[in-house]
């Protein structure tokens, strides 16, 4: 089947822009997870989502970082005022559910780069 | 808060050695663990997971880990490694609904 899909696979943007990164997770997975991965680091937590609801958003950077999920499916994180220290690969991740061992499989990822 | 350490950040093996990729983890209960690898261009997947009962665990790919308590650590190993296994390795620890990822080490697979 299906995996996680995100696109695009590359967005180049200038510094002060706004950004949108979409994420489809597997069909009938209700957890949603976004990270973000810096070079020479593994994923950090931003933000993750069981059904349409935001259920832990600790580690959302700034306020200039936020996230939908209005139908409980596709998500969309959206960056404002983008900074060059935005530049990563953010990385999305969905599980049949949100317990701790529920398996997240995860996408290919969005490389952000910010001029 | 829980962390996770991977103290190399790159290992070079020769093909059809043995490999065995370091974790240790800091973290106040019974961790939930598990191992993913990176290839460029790929996305994460999960080789194994540790929850509970028996401390060796089996993953995919050949792979295997060991939870030891006493020295927090859940290192990966695999018997054989093939030039196919060259990618980059993360170890995890779960907490809640959300992982805490190491650094990562990068496996190079020498001819």
């Known amino acids: 089947g299906a995996g996680v899909s995100q696109t695009p696979s590359n967005k180049v943007t200038e510094k002060g822009k706004y950004v949108e990164l979409r994420c489809d997770p597997i069909?009938?997975?209700?957890?949603l997870y976004w990270y973000r991965q810096s070079l020479g680091q593994g994923p950090e937590f931003l933000i993750y989502?069981?059904?349409?609801?935001?259920?832990?958003d600790s580690g959302l950077p700034n306020d200039r970082f936020f996230a939908v999920r209005p139908e409980g499916s596709v998500s969309t994180l959206k960056i404002q005022r983008t900074e060059r220290g935005d530049s990563a690969v953010y990385l999305c991740a969905s599980s049949l559910n949100s317990g701790s061992t529920d398996t997240q499989y995860f996408g290919p990822g969005t490389r952000l780069t910010v001029l | 808060a829980q962390s996770v350490t991977q103290p190399d950040i790159h290992i070079t093996v020769s093909e059809g050695a043995s490999l065995e990729l370091r974790c240790n983890y800091s973290y106040g209960a019974t961790p939930y663990l598990f191992w993913y690898v990176q290839s460029p261009g790929q996305g994460l997947q999960l080789l194994l997971k540790y929850f509970s009962g028996d401390t060796l665990v089996q993953g995919i790919k050949g792979f295997e880990a060991e939870f030891k308590r006493s020295q927090s650590s859940f290192n990966l190993r695999k018997p054989s490694v093939h030039w196919s296994d060259a990618a980059e390795y993360f170890c995890a620890v779960g907490l809640y609904s959300t992982l805490t990822f190491g650094k990562g080490t990068m496996l190079l697979v020498s001819p």
């Open positions: 989502f069981q059904g349409t609801g935001a259920a832990d």
């Open positions: 069909s009938g997975h209700t957890a």
